[in-house]
Nanobody, 126 residues
Framework: QVQLVESGGGLVQAGDSLTLSCLAS????????MGWFRQAPGKEREFVAA????????YYAHSVKDRFTISRDNAKNTVYLQMNSLKPEDTAVYYC???????????????????WGQGTQVTVSS
């Protein structure tokens, strides 16, 4: 069992930056690829970014590439999402998730993930 707790959300203005954190507890954190997803009101959950077990590979949705950076610190059992140049359309609840297999082909699919956090709200005002 893996427990995931996100933090760092809040209300910011367009163009601002924000860093989300996700602290994992339970089984070995480094055994899991980690991902960030988001869900805006009235919309389906969508993939944002993912990182391999060692952090050597990262993956991004086109909409956030070059603005967001995912990273992890296995010693601290934490994955981060640095968000720059935020836009109103980035407003959503952001979730972190853990994927035991971490296959490149499925890492952007929510169904591949085994554990999910409770989410943290990010609101970007224009």
């Amino acid at each position: 069992q893996v427990q995931l707790v996100e933090s760092g959300g809040g209300l910011v203005q367009a163009g601002d930056s924000l860093t989300l954190s996700c602290l994992a507890s339970g089984r070995t954190f480094s055994s899991y690829a980690m991902g960030w997803f988001r869900q805006a009101p009235g919309k389906e959950r969508e993939f944002v970014a993912a990182i391999s077990r060692t952090g050597g590979s990262t993956y991004y949705a086109h909409s956030v590439k070059d603005r967001f950076t995912i990273s992890r610190d296995n010693a601290k059992n934490t994955v981060y999402l640095q968000m720059n140049s935020l836009k109103p359309e980035d407003t959503a609840v952001y979730y972190c998730a853990a994927d035991y297999y971490g296959a490149r082909e499925t890492i952007s699919r929510g169904t591949a993930y085994d554990y999910w956090g409770q989410g943290t709200q990010v609101t970007v005002s224009s």
